[in-house]
């Protein structure tokens, strides 16, 4: 009968010690490189959570309106009305009487963020998709 022979194993087989740390050491370093390639200093995240903000502010705004409550008054800003928002409306009065609106959970400078992105045309908030209403101000002419 014919039996395989194995190969033998070499006792030295395997990586060193020095192998490993080395390719440790390169993965870091590319992991590091390339956090710093998709990360970036995070100024495009701040961005998109300020916009996403501003669209929930709006969206809320316009719930806010047809329930029946006047938000927009003549000396508002963005900035007054997300505040309002954060800290909550009650309706009065009507169909959705006793009803609260709220968008909890928003700090300071995610207010203040969302505020570039509202404005306020006609007496009713607007989402400004360039972010060029300053600090949420009213714009004057129709247009932001």
Same mark, same amino acid.
């Given at each position: 009968m014919n039996t395989a022979k194995? /190969?033998?194993?070499? /006792?030295h087989t395997g990586f060193?010690?020095?192998e490993m740390l080395m390719? #440790?050491?390169i993965l870091g370093i590319m992991t590091s490189l390339a956090l710093t390639w998709f990360g970036g200093n995070g100024s495009d995240v701040r961005q998109a959570r300020d916009q996403r903000n501003a669209q929930s502010i709006c969206?809320?705004? $316009? #719930? #806010?309106?047809?329930?029946?409550?006047?938000? #927009?008054?003549?000396s508002s800003t963005g900035l007054d009305i997300a505040r309002k928002l954060g800290d909550g409306i009650t309706i009065e009065k009507g169909l959705m009487k006793g009803q609260v609106f709220q968008l /909890?959970?928003?700090? $300071?400078?995610?207010?203040?963020?969302?505020a570039r992105y509202i404005s306020i045309q006609g007496g009713q908030v607007r989402y400004d998709v360039g972010g060029k209403a300053e600090n949420g101000a009213t714009s004057q002419n129709g247009q932001s």
């Open positions: 194995l /190969p033998l194993i070499s /006792p060193s010690l020095l390719t #440790v050491a969206s809320l705004c $316009q #719930v #806010v309106n047809a329930a029946g409550y006047e938000l #927009v008054e003549d /909890p959970g928003l700090g $300071q400078e995610e207010l203040e963020g969302a």
